[in-house]
């Protein structure tokens, strides 16, 4: 499976342009932190790409991303990414082993919350944020709510990463594809 089959997969799937921006942002913090490990870029892409291919069709928790997988196994997914997509749900009762399941875990939650925080600045852009801008952000319970803090501090520290360097990785990881995720804003890139 290549990423133009994953993507096709998540075109069929998902129609949500929000939805898709956020699979492209979890795809690239885990392109980045492949890299930084010296994984399987394309492997961990594919996982980020697709962890959530299936929430429009299954849109509880107790479905997805469960009902998802037996569809993404009958299009010829590898087995290890449907198993990280599997430990990526909080009810699934598949634990995270590998270190490609703790990094989607810990990359899911947090590309939210930084795309929250690039739309209320000025600039609207991914760009100039910084990990400090986030932090401002995550002491207000009432910002982005829907964001896990507890979630995302817990996969920072499954995935043995300061939380805060984490929020700088994926900020850097996302900030690859910017314009692609309406967060270049009005700043060149």
């Known amino acids: 499976m290549d990423r133009a089959e994953a993507l096709s997969i998540v075109q069929?799937?998902?129609?949500?342009?929000?939805?898709?921006?956020h699979m492209l942002a979890v795809e690239s913090a885990m392109r980045f932190y492949a890299e930084k490990r010296n994984q399987d870029v394309e492997l961990w892409g594919l996982a980020g790409?697709?962890?959530?291919?299936?929430?429009?069709?299954?849109?509880t928790?107790?479905?997805?991303?469960?009902?998802?997988?037996?569809i993404l196994r009958q299009?010829?997914?590898?087995?290890?990414?449907?198993?990280?997509?599997?430990?990526?749900g909080v009810d699934t009762g598949v634990p995270r082993e590998s270190e490609m399941e703790k990094a989607l875990y810990a990359c899911d939650e947090i590309t939210g919350l930084i795309t929250a925080v690039a739309l209320v600045r000025p600039?609207?852009?991914?760009?100039?944020?910084?990990?400090?801008?986030?932090?401002?952000?995550?002491?207000?319970?009432?910002?982005?709510?829907?964001?896990n803090r507890e979630e995302i501090a817990r996969g920072a520290e499954d995935?043995?990463?300061?939380?805060?360097?984490h929020v700088d990785n994926v900020i850097l990881a996302m900030r690859r594809i910017a314009p692609e995720l309406g967060l270049a804003g009005n700043l060149p890139g």
Not at 12 to 19: G, I, P, S, T
Not at 49 to 59: A, S
Not at 126 to 139: E, F, G, M, Q, R
Not at 159 to 165: A, S
């Open 123 to 147: 600039s609207r852009s991914l760009y100039d944020l910084t990990s400090s801008s986030v932090k401002k952000k995550w002491k207000d319970r009432a910002f982005a709510a829907g964001a």
């Open 75 to 88: 299009r010829g997914v590898p087995e290890v990414v449907v198993r990280a997509i599997l430990s990526h």
């Open 12 to 21: 069929e799937y998902v129609k949500n342009q929000n939805l898709v921006n």
């Open 159 to 165: 995935f043995g990463v300061d939380l805060w360097e």
């Open 61 to 70: 928790l107790e479905e997805h991303p469960t009902e998802g997988a037996p």
């Open 49 to 59: 790409l697709l962890h959530d291919f299936d929430w429009e069709i299954h849109p």
